[in-house]
Nanobody, 122 residues
Framework: QVQLVESGGGLVQAGGSLRLSCAAS????????MGWFRQAPGKERELVAT???????NYADSVKGRFAISRDNAENTVYLQMNSLKAEDTAVYYC????????????????WGQGTQVTVSS
């Protein structure tokens, strides 16, 4: 039970930077994992970066060294700082939250924002 709203997308030149924001409707400290995925036209959604409630991060190989995921727990917001953008980074970026039900079921539920368009011109 969480609503996610992304913002910060836009049009940038290759080599430029953008910072995406994902505002959650509940404390992100209580969410098991939050992250960013992206989907380009004709392609399946792919993981970009994730962060757990205790701070562990994970990145797709294609963005390592260029993107950084971070969060502000007080503001219930997760960020994706994107630097050295490339044309192939063009996609709709979606915020994701993963929650697990209480024991003994531990059922996983994924929540998604509506997405924000990132377009990188070459």
């Amino acid at each position: 039970q969480v609503q996610l709203v992304e913002s910060g997308g836009g049009l940038v030149q290759a080599g430029g930077s953008l910072r995406l924001s994902c505002a959650a409707s509940r404390s992100i400290a209580s969410i098991y994992t939050m992250g960013w995925f992206r989907q380009a036209p004709g392609k399946e959604r792919e993981l970009v970066a994730t962060t757990t409630a205790h701070g562990t991060t994970n990145y797709a190989d294609s963005v390592k060294g260029r993107f950084a995921i971070s969060r502000d727990n007080a503001e219930n917001t997760v960020y994706l700082q994107m630097n050295s953008l490339k044309a192939e980074d063009t996609a709709v970026y979606y915020c994701n939250a993963v929650l697990f039900a209480a024991p003994p079921i531990y059922a996983r539920t994924d929540y998604w924002g509506q997405g924000t368009q990132v377009t990188v011109s070459s």
